[in-house]
């Protein structure tokens, strides 16, 4: 089922967006951000707000959504996260989770605990064959939108300075900053890009994941699945395993419904345990 | 010696302070436990303000008693529903037990009710054998069943034959399920595929494909509250409405608190249920006016008309015994009460203590901006059909 | 000579830091007292007590050995099926359900420690989360047997031991309660306290160096988990036979989440951390909850990023730490 296909992908595509931000920054910092679904909701609920309350188009939300989200992460990574670098996993843990709270209460509290639709756009809406199989115009654009942004990043990452000082960091930190390469500033931006990718993924998302305070929390298992499941040496290991569970998901529960939702689960499992440093990473777990 | 005397005052007065509870004989409490935080903190909220609305527009003072309100959250914990009554009962001295916003909070206090012969009266909680479980229960809110059957009836009059069900896999989906495929069936009609689709499923799109392929008249869909707009949405995107596909399903899919942010998506949705905002009495247009100007906006739903009820047969039955806090003095007061209720006129069961109402079948149409369930038709003194099946 | 002195104070020291200390003692009076003191507050000294021992069994796992898992509640839930099970279907005696409850988690805990021992945290962190989610799964999709959403319920307690009545009697619940958490309490210190709770620590600190000087790292681990998981499958049981309902809030994440913040809250790596956790989550959250429930999220999220901060391990008390040291400090200015 071709149209299937297509679903999956255009899924997983999707998770990618939101989940790259949380690959890079575990791979770069080894920093457990839980939080990362935060960025996420905040991107959607900018969109949300910009195009229900101001009127301004969909397309032009996008932008703002992602420049917002990653200036929130900008700040909070200089003030906050910094601190917790050189701490264990667990305080990062309970430091992320903290936040993902105060910042789920804050949104109940101004927006209300009601599920939240942005207004699409008339030709954004409903869908058209191609061959036969049936092409829905807004998974159209989340897989246009999501394979740009992936052609963007490995440009970025392999053909400017700054991409090359990033994968020099995550290889070896210590090197790195002995080359010269200011680490910090690497992963400030980094950390603010992620995020941004994170609040453009949740606006594009809104449609489809639907936004409500909770959202963090619910979908988290999903990113953290595709990260570690694509392991965090490179874009392309999430990437494949975004398009891998989103396919696989998808399928699972198209052909046996009743035990669609255990597929997702016990693939990262399987995984986990096969190769806990993920499916696509290359060499040893760090 | 004016040490003492002083002393002497202070002792008195603090005798007298401490000694306040000679009041209390003349207070009755309430107790409202509500889910205010966790996943269904948006029923919580709407009980509790129809309470608090009933209250305000009735005053505090019945039969020469003063009424209090204690709302107490449980966070949709059975262990803390349990608690909590127990401490309201033992601690507060509460004369009703109210709210319980799901089934296992209802079940995990029945035992108290019975125990301290407290009145408990369900507000929200469906599930139709929650009333069995003690003989101090006594329900205002619905039970699954009533708008599963009358859809399946509805469905079977209007040249519906094939359907398929979709139903979140869970106790009161499987519920909904088993009650609709049984009416459909009795009436003549044939259930082709019931789909099951895990609570935790952001993505509608495998299961809608299998819908499309098995090409049913109609799509009966249970969900809990907030996903049933996911579904509607992706309905709609797959072109499933085109293909002459009826979207049909009890009213918690177009729970009106969220309807308007479904988008014209929903719009022609049929659904049985007992309440719409929309309901054309006047005593409705008045409780919407009011809940609304109380609520910052916020539109009562069908978990608020069971509050509002609750609250009132409570008052009521504190009338009618006179101010009486006898639990079974009270029970009896409440059984095969009837009254007019913004919903339409409802009135409880004295053989089961479960609640009679009428059941509405409604389209979502856009009025004036908005989306509203449009009542078109009516199916009065609707019991449980759970229980009603049983004799 | 120097060589028989260094292996007394080794001994010595080992023995005293397995002592109990006065205040202990005076808790565990105090607790005792409390089924006497207190009676209007039983029933939430029966639920901190229940949250206590199943945080005392988190932190064996995140204390001790330093294995980080966002999916405990799998056990605790699992222990409270089996023992509500086993009662409506066998016989109702409380401790044989415990005991039943404590096998059956306990060999869940057996099996599935083998897909925690590789990895990194992170891998840790999901494995036992997609532990938790499966297990929440089929707990729901089974529902003609455990009652999926709506809950399990008809649940008999008979009096413990055949003559001690529980069943609606919220003193001497709490009492039963007590006695099992005091007991477990008990043993898991010996556990702590014993070369096999050293090796823990010694591989919660540098697994390489443990394995290097002939701990059998893999073989502990499991023996752990399982203990672990047969301790909270205990609290699951306890918590299914004070309240006659079993329902998925006893498996699902956000009980999970919440053991784990206790644990956090209270401190990790010295047993009484669970219990304080628990004690402060549950007043905190009854008299927060009171006033406004929505703000109870978000001020648990801000004391959460402040311990983080401020703490290392002993949660609350490192603020007092960090305070006291710091006016030590200035005082010590002339």
Redesign the interface.
Same mark, same amino acid.
């Given at each position: 089922m071709l149209t299937i296909l297509f679903d999956g992908i255009a899924y997983g595509m999707l998770l990618f967006v939101i989940a790259c931000g949380l690959a890079v920054t575990?791979g770069l910092m080894n920093f457990?951000n839980l939080a990362h679904g935060a960025f996420a909701m905040l991107g959607g609920y900018c969109a949300y707000v910009l195009v229900n309350f101001y009127g301004v188009p969909f397309f032009a939300s996008l932008p703002v959504a992602f420049m917002f989200a990653a200036m929130i992460g900008l700040v909070a990574e200089r003030t906050?996260y910094v /601190?917790?670098y050189s701490?264990s /996993?667990? #305080?990062?843990?309970?430091?992320t989770?903290?936040?993902?709270?105060? %910042?789920?209460?804050?949104v *109940?509290?101004f927006l209300g605990s009601q599920q939240r639709f942005i207004n699409l756009p008339g030709y954004l809406q409903g869908r058209f064959d191609f061959f036969g199989v049936g092409i829905g115009k807004y998974r159209l654009l989340i897989i246009l939108v999501c394979a740009l942004i992936v052609i963007v990043l490995q440009l970025i990452l392999g053909y400017t300075r700054f991409g090359s000082r990033l994968r020099a960091a995550v290889d070896d930190q210590r090197v790195a900053r002995g080359l010269g390469i200011n680490v910090n500033w690497v992963f400030a931006l980094t950390f603010a890009v992620g995020c941004g990718l994170a609040g453009l993924g949740g606006a594009l998302g809104a449609e489809i994941l639907s936004l409500e305070p909770h959202f963090p929390?619910k979908f988290m298992?999903y990113f953290?699945?595709v990260v $570690?499941v694509g392991g965090t040496s490179s874009i392309t290991g999430p990437f494949l395993a975004s398009i891998l569970l989103g396919i696989g998901d998808v399928a699972g529960k198209y052909y046996a419904p009743?035990y669609g =939702?255990?597929v997702i689960?016990?693939i990262? @499992?399987v995984v986990?345990?096969l190769r806990?440093?993920g499916l696509f990473a290359r060499g040893t777990?760090? | 010696m004016l040490r003492r005397s002083v002393l002497a005052a202070l002792a008195a007065t603090a005798l007298a302070v401490g000694t306040v509870p000679a009041a209390a004989q003349e207070t009755v409490k309430i107790g409202l436990i509500i889910p205010?935080?966790?996943p269904f903190?948006t029923t919580g909220k709407q009980l509790e303000a129809a309470a608090r609305l009933y209250m305000q527009q009735n005053g505090t003072t019945i039969a020469g008693k003063k009424i209090e309100l204690i709302v107490? *959250?449980d966070?949709? &914990?059975? #262990?803390n529903t349990? &608690?909590i009554a =127990?401490?309201l009962i033992?601690?507060d001295k509460v004369s009703f037990l109210a709210g319980f916003g799901?089934?296992?909070l209802a079940?995990?206090t029945a035992?108290i009710a019975t125990?301290s012969k407290v009145p408990m009266v369900v507000m929200m909680a469906g599930?139709s054998i929650i009333t069995e479980?003690s003989p101090y229960i006594v329900r205002t809110s619905f039970t699954l069943g009533q708008s599963a059957v009358i859809i399946a009836d509805w469905a079977a009059q209007n040249k519906i034959k094939k359907v398929v069900t979709l139903v979140t896999?869970?106790? !009161?989906g /499987?519920d909904a399920e088993k009650s609709f495929v049984d009416q459909f069936k009795s009436k003549g009609g044939e259930t082709v595929e019931s789909i099951r689709v895990? %609570?935790?499923n952001p993505d509608f799109a495998p299961f809608l494909q299998r819908v499309l392929d098995a090409k049913p008249d109609a799509l009966y869909v249970f969900t809990p509250s907030g996903v049933g707009s996911i579904l509607m949405k992706q309905f709609v995107e797959r072109g499933l409405d085109k293909s002459g596909i009826r979207l049909i399903g009890p009213g918690d899919i177009t729970d009106d608190d969220i309807l308007n942010g479904f988008g014209d998506a929903a719009i022609g949705v049929v659904t049985a249920h007992n309440y719409s905002t929309d309901h054309p009495s006047a005593k409705n247009k008045e409780y919407v006016a009011a809940f609304k100007k109380a609520n910052a906006g916020m539109r009562p739903n069908f978990a608020s008309v069971g509050g509002y009820d609750g609250i009132h047969l409570i008052y009521e039955a504190l009338k009618k015994t006179g101010g009486k806090t006898d639990g079974d003095a009270l029970l009896t007061a409440m059984k095969g009460f009837k009254w007019e209720s913004p919903r339409g006129p409802i009135s409880i069961d004295p053989e089961t203590r479960d609640i009679i109402q009428t059941i509405y079948i409604r389209k979502v149409e856009k009025k004036n901006g908005e989306l509203y369930n449009v009542e078109f038709a009516s199916f009065p003194d609707v019991k449980d059909p759970v229980k009603a099946q049983k004799k | 000579m120097n060589t028989v002195n260094t292996v007394q104070q080794a001994v010595a020291a080992l023995k005293q830091k397995r002592a109990w200390h006065w205040l202990e003692y005076l808790f565990w009076l105090g607790a005792a007292a409390s089924v006497f003191l207190l009676p $209007?507050q039983h029933?939430?000294l029966t639920?901190i007590a229940i949250w206590s021992l199943f945080a005392i069994s988190l932190d064996l796992l995140?204390g001790y050995a330093g294995i980080?898992s966002?999916g405990h509640a799998a056990y605790f839930g699992f222990g409270a099926y089996v023992a509500a099970l086993f009662a409506i279907n066998f016989y109702g005696e409380p401790v044989t359900g415990l005991l039943v409850a404590g096998i059956a988690a306990g060999l869940l805990g057996l099996v599935t420690s083998l897909?925690v021992l590789?990895?990194? *945290?992170?891998?840790r962190?999901?494995?036992t989360?997609?532990?938790a989610?499966?297990m929440y #799964?089929i707990a729901?999709?089974m $529902?003609w047997l455990t009652? =999926?959403? *709506?809950?399990l319920?008809g649940m008999p307690v008979n009096p413990v031991l055949g003559f001690f009545p529980i069943y609606?009697m919220?003193a001497n619940a709490y009492a039963y309660v007590l006695v099992v958490c005091f007991v477990l309490f008990f043993v898991a210190k010996r556990i702590v306290h014993s070369p096999f709770g050293y090796s823990l620590r010694a591989i919660k600190g540098n697994p390489l160096r443990a394995s290097s000087i002939g701990i059998p790292n893999n073989r502990r681990l499991i023996a752990v988990y399982t203990i672990a998981a047969a301790y909270a499958g205990i609290a699951g049981a306890l918590?299914a036979q004070?309240?006659? %309902?079993v $329902?998925l809030?006893y498996i699902d994440?956000?009980r999970s989440?919440d053991v784990l913040?206790m644990l @956090?809250i209270g401190g990790?790596g010295y047993l009484y951390g669970g219990i304080i956790g628990s004690a402060l989550f549950l007043v905190a959250q009854k008299f927060i909850?009171?006033v406004t !429930?929505?703000?109870?999220?978000?001020w648990?999220?801000?004391?959460?990023?402040v311990?983080?901060?401020f703490a290392r391990d002993r949660g609350v008390f490192s603020i007092y730490e960090r305070i006291s040291g710091a006016l030590r400090s200035r005082k010590a200015k002339p």
């Open positions: 575990l457990v906050l /601190h917790f701490r /996993h667990l #305080e990062q843990v309970m430091f989770i903290g936040l993902v709270f105060m %910042v789920s209460a804050l *109940d509290y929390l298992i953290l699945i $570690s009743r =939702g255990f689960y016990t990262m @499992i986990l345990v806990p440093q777990a760090k | 205010l935080t966790g903190t107490r *959250d966070a949709g &914990r059975a #262990e349990a &608690r =127990g401490e033992a601690n799901l089934t296992p079940m995990a035992p125990n599930t479980r896999d869970y106790a !009161p /499987h895990p %609570v935790q | $209007s029933a939430l639920q995140l980080v966002l897909l590789r990895g990194t *945290d992170l891998t962190l999901m494995v989360l997609g532990i989610l499966v #799964e729901n999709q $529902s009652g =999926g959403a *709506d809950g319920t609606f919220a918590l004070t309240t006659p %309902v $329902s809030t994440f956000q989440a913040l @956090i990790t909850g009171n !429930p929505q703000y109870w999220e978000f648990i999220g801000f004391a959460l990023v311990i983080a901060l």
